[in-house]
């Protein structure tokens, strides 16, 4: 019986001499950006589920690695935002696509205006990447870590490649609760981005198992569900923190919480209150002050220029009855719990039933940022009002 990493491999080397529509594409490159450097080869074979390379978040002089690179689309276009002086490596697992993205790499680079071809690509597996420890400023990847066995060992060579203070952001597909062996076992939904998603819970805890923190959700958008299984379309960020404890490490810092939550617990388990001061060590310090906590701490040690924002205003949901329509929501870190002002507490990942009033708060840009809502009644839900109290997930 063929491997998972055997069919994949078949399936991705198939799709490289040919468009195959079935393949992981919940959402789609704006080719009008990149067809004025990328060869219309690149392209017509480029799959994916968002694009990590294409959100900001690469900065001129950088050394990227890309996961899972296929036809060179996404390295490509980190060489254009890292510029003349940065480096791209590309890393994928099938030779087809490789020859691709080698074949283009010295008109991608003439048509940007480089000098040199500073973009190479290297056959690998995302669980072993040939690529030397703490080479990267920032590791990509477009849909390619659900398509492997084993996302705690890609967790770990994503942080064994970065350098202290480096980041990730991928692009994946999640699922909303755990997928069913039938699926699991089913060879033809593996190279569809369907049968290795994890639960989000599961993704986010995993990272944090491989030490990375300040978790952030960038993107999320429903994809499709099979047999009442939300399969969803993600985009993460998250940081390899600097070593630390050396003379320029800050001792205890005293820091507030701003909100716009009630109450909420951190990647390292400290618990805060809205508007009340309490002491932190200075790696926490540190790390309430990434990028992914939004600078909803006064105190914390800023990284990446992060400023603080005064969110200490309650978010109330309006007054009556509220109406059930089906919609669910995800809290996608950096929090392990929240909760908001009317007695919901949020466990990250995971999926809480909330009423017509609580999307309402929800979708207020204090909370936005940190939410992506589902729709799991599939039909158009009863609009009956009704009372409801506060829901808690637990934890």
Request: net charge negative; hydrophobic share 35%.
């Amino acid at each position: 019986m063929a491997t998972t990493e055997e069919i994949v491999r078949q399936r991705y080397s198939s799709a490289a001499g040919r468009r195959e529509e079935a393949l992981c594409c919940p959402t789609g490159y704006d080719t009008s950006d990149l067809e004025s450097f990328v060869p219309e080869e690149v392209l017509k074979v480029s799959y994916g589920c968002g694009s990590p390379a294409g959100i900001g978040h690469i900065r001129s002089g950088e050394t990227v690695v890309d996961i899972g690179s296929g036809g060179g689309i996404d390295s490509f276009d980190a060489l254009r935002r890292t510029g003349s002086s940065g480096r791209v490596i590309g890393v994928d697992m099938t030779d087809e696509m490789i020859a691709i993205a080698q074949k283009n790499a010295p008109a991608v680079a003439e048509n940007l205006g480089h000098d040199e071809v500073r973009v190479e690509f290297r056959k690998g597996l995302a669980d072993d990447l040939p690529v030397e420890d703490g080479t990267a400023d920032l590791v990509i990847s477009n849909c390619v870590i659900n398509l492997t066995p084993d996302k705690d060992r890609v967790f770990g060579e994503i942080f064994r490649v970065l350098r202290p203070g480096g980041r990730f952001c991928i692009s994946d597909i999640v699922a909303d609760q755990s997928v069913p062996n039938y699926l699991i076992h089913d060879p033809d939904k593996w190279g569809t981005c369907l049968s290795g998603a994890l639960p989000m819970k599961d993704y986010l805890d995993g990272l944090n198992r491989a030490r990375f923190l300040g978790l952030a959700q960038e993107k999320f958008a429903p994809w499709q569900a099979i047999d009442g299984i939300h399969f969803i379309s993600v985009t993460l960020l998250g940081h390899k923190m600097e070593d630390g404890g050396g003379e320029g490490e800050p001792g205890d810092v005293e820091v507030v919480f701003k909100g716009p939550f009630s109450a909420a617990r951190d990647e390292v388990g400290n618990e805060y209150a809205r508007g009340v001061h309490r002491t932190v060590d200075g790696k926490t310090a540190r790390v309430l002050g990434l990028p992914g906590y939004r600078g909803l701490f006064e105190g914390a040690v800023p990284q990446l220029g992060d400023a603080p924002v005064d969110r200490t205003e309650p978010v109330l949901p309006d007054s009556g009855p509220c109406v059930w329509t089906g919609r669910f929501a995800l809290l996608g870190g950096p929090f392990l719990r929240a909760e908001d002002d009317d007695g919901h507490a949020y466990l990250r990942g995971e999926a809480l039933e909330i009423c017509s009033k609580t999307i309402k708060v929800l979708d207020h840009p204090h909370y936005a940022p940190f939410f992506g809502i589902l729709d799991r009644a599939g039909t158009e839900a009863p609009a009956a009002e009704a009372c409801c109290s506060s829901v808690d997930n637990g934890g």
